[in-house]
C-alpha cells in the first residue's frame, strides 16, 4: 500500500464535498504542518467511515488520516505521528499505526507499537502487528501474537506470519493451548493452524 | 424500550452494569467528565482520564453493543484548585474529537469566584467548538445556585436550546423551563429525584427538552434508574411513543446538536439532526 493507492482508492468512494474538504486539508498541512492537529481529529465527521473496497482493510478516515501525515514536511513527520498518537482517540490512534509503514521515519515510531501492544483494545493490538511491525524486535512480536491468540484477534492480522514464526513462538503457543484445554475452552483454529504448520517444518528440519 | 442515558460515569462502574444495562434496553450513553471522588492534583491526571473516556471507556461500551459518547470539561468542583486550572488549555483538544458531543459538566459547586471563571470560560468554549453544554447546578443552595448558573448561560450568548441544566428537581424545574434551556433529571436511590416523583414532573411540565438520566458513579446509584422511570411512566398512563419521546428521542436530539452522535448501527434508530450520522459509512 502506497499513498496513491490510498488516494485512487478514496476518490473512488467519496462526495465532491468531501473530496474538497480533504484536498483543502492536504494543502493545508503541507503549507502550515501546526493545524494537522484539529483536521486529523476532525477528519473522520468530514470524509466518512466506510470501508475502501479497493484498499482492503482500511477505513475512509483512516486512509484520509494517514494522507494527512504523508502531506508533512518529511522533517516534521515523525514528532507528527508521535503527538497525533499521544493525544489521538481510538480511532485517530489506529490511523496512526496504519500510516507508520507509508511514511519517511525508518524504525523511529517502534515505541507506540510498544504502547499499542500494551493496551487492551483489540483494534490497536492488531493495528500495530501490520508491516510496520518488521522494526520490533523477536520477543516483542512474539509476545504481540500470542497476545493476539489470547485476546481473540484473528491472526491474519498479523504481517509475515509465517516467515516471522519461529520455534520459541511454537513453544509459547503450545503452552496457551495446553493451559485452555485444561481449562476446558477451546484454542482459535488459526493458532492450532499455525502450531501445525510449524511442528510440520520442525519435522521437515530434522 | 430503546434508552439513551445523557449522563451516567461509566468508568465508575462494572462490567455487570454494562450487561444489566444492554439488557433493560439501554443504546447509548453519554459520559460527563467529572470529580471522581479523590481529588485530582495535576493536570495529567486529567489527560490520562480524558484519554480514557475518548479511548478506552467507549472501547468497553462497544462489547455490550452500546454507544458511548463523553463530555469533556473541568468541573466546578476541581476548578477551585490552583494546580488543576491549566486543564483549561488541555480542553481544546480534547473538544475536536469525534467521542466528545458536549462540553461538560461545567457550572457552580461553591459558587466561589474561580468557578465563575472556569463556568464562563468553558461556555466561551462551547460556543467556540459548535458543542452544546451540560450544566451541573450545585447540591447546596440549590435553588439560588441556578438561578446564577441561568444568568450565566444568558450572559455568554450560547443558544439557551444547546444547553441543559441537570440534577433539577420540582423546586428548580420552573426557572429552567421558562429560560429555554434542557431540563435534566438525575434519578437516584434515595435522593435527588425518584421515578415516582419524575413521572409527577413529567405531568406537570410535559416532555418538551425533558432529560432523564440515573448519573450513575461511584456513589450510592443505580444505571438502570432510566429503565424503571420508563415503566413508572407507562404505569401512570403515558404511552410507549412518550417514553421513547423521553429515553430515547429527547437525548438524540439534544446531544445531536454536536454533529458527532452516531448512532449506525445500532437498530432501527434515524439520526435527526445534521451532521449525526445515521450509518457507518454511510457516504
Ligand atoms: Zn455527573
Known amino acids: 500500500m502506497e499513498p496513491d493507492d490510498l488516494r485512487v482508492a478514496l476518490a473512488a468512494l467519496s462526495t465532491a464535498p468531501e473530496q474538497e474538504w480533504l484536498r483543502e486539508a492536504l494543502a493545508r498541512v503541507a503549507r502550515e504542518p501546526d493545524d494537522i492537529g484539529g483536521l486529523f481529529a476532525t477528519a473522520a465527521r468530514r470524509c466518512g467511515r466506510a470501508a475502501l473496497p479497493s484498499a482492503p482493510g482500511w477505513t475512509v478516515d483512516e486512509a484520509a488520516r494517514a494522507l494527512l501525515l504523508a502531506a508533512l514536511p518529511a522533517d516534521q513527520v515523525a514528532t507528527a505521528a508521535d503527538t497525533l498518537y499521544r493525544y489521538g482517540d481510538a480511532a485517530e490512534k489506529r490511523a496512526v499505526l496504519k500510516a507508520l509503514p507509508l511514511l519517511p521515519i525508518g524504525a523511529g515510531a517502534v515505541p507506540l507499537l510498544h504502547d499499542a501492544i500494551r493496551t487492551n483494545d483489540t483494534r490497536l493490538v492488531a493495528a500495530a502487528l501490520g508491516t510496520y511491525a518488521r522494526h520490533l524486535d523477536q520477543p516483542m512480536w512474539r509476545q504481540a501474537v500470542l497476545k493476539c491468540v489470547f485476546m481473540g484477534v484473528p491472526l491474519n492480522v498479523v504481517h509475515d506470519l509465517d516467515t516471522r514464526a519461529d520455534g520459541e513462538l511454537a513453544t509459547m503457543l503450545a503452552g496457551l493451548v495446553e493451559e485452555r484445554r485444561a481449562a476446558g475452552r477451546d484454542v482459535a483454529a488459526d493458532a492450532l493452524a499455525l502450531l501445525d504448520r510449524l511442528a510440520a517444518a520442525e519435522g521437515k528440519k530434522a | ?283
Open chain 2, 1 to 283: 424500550m430503546r434508552i439513551f442515558d445523557p449522563h451516567i460515569h461509566m468508568t465508575s462502574r462494572t462490567t455487570d452494569d454494562y450487561e444489566a444495562m444492554a439488557a433493560a434496553g439501554v443504546r447509548a450513553i453519554v459520559e460527563p467528565a467529572f470529580w471522581l471522588g479523590q481529588p485530582r492534583t495535576n493536570p495529567g491526571s486529567f489527560a490520562d482520564y480524558f484519554d480514557s473516556l475518548i479511548g478506552w471507556e467507549p472501547y468497553r461500551a462497544s462489547q455490550f453493543g452500546i454507544r458511548h459518547h463523553a463530555t469533556i470539561a473541568l468541573n466546578p468542583k476541581e476548578a477551585n484548585d490552583p494546580r488543576c486550572r491549566p486543564v483549561l488549555d488541555l480542553l481544546p483538544r480534547y473538544l475536536a474529537k469525534d467521542g466528545v458531543v458536549a462540553v461538560g459538566e461545567i457550572g457552580y459547586d461553591s459558587m466561589t469566584p474561580e468557578e465563575d471563571e472556569a463556568f464562563a470560560a468553558q461556555l466561551a468554549l462551547a460556543v467556540e467548538y459548535e458543542l452544546p453544554a451540560l450544566v451541573h447546578t450545585p447540591h447546596r443552595d440549590k435553588a439560588r445556585g441556578t438561578e446564577r448558573t441561568l444568568a450565566v448561560v444568558a450572559e455568554s450568548g450560547i443558544e439557551p436550546g444547546r444547553v441543559v441544566v441537570d440534577h433539577l428537581n420540582e423546586v428548580t424545574v420552573g426557572l429552567v423551563r421558562d429560560s429555554g434551556c434542557w431540563m435534566g433529571f438525575s434519578i437516584y436511590p434515595d435522593t435527588k429525584m425518584s421515578p415516582p416523583r419524575m413521572v409527577e414532573i413529567l405531568k406537570e411540565h410535559g416532555l418538551e427538552r425533558m432529560l432523564v438520566n440515573s448519573a450513575a458513579d461511584w456513589g450510592r446509584s443505580d444505571p438502570l434508574l432510566t429503565l424503571r422511570t420508563g415503566e413508572a411512566m407507562l404505569a401512570a398512563g403515558f404511552s410507549p411513543d412518550d417514553v421513547d419521546r423521553v429515553l430515547w428521542r429527547n437525548p438524540v436530539e439534544f446531544y445531536g446538536q454536536s454533529g458527532r452522535l452516531d448512532l449506525s448501527d445500532i437498530g432501527e434508530v434515524e439520526a435527526t439532526f445534521e451532521g449525526s450520522s445515521i450509518k457507518r459509512g454511510g457516504s
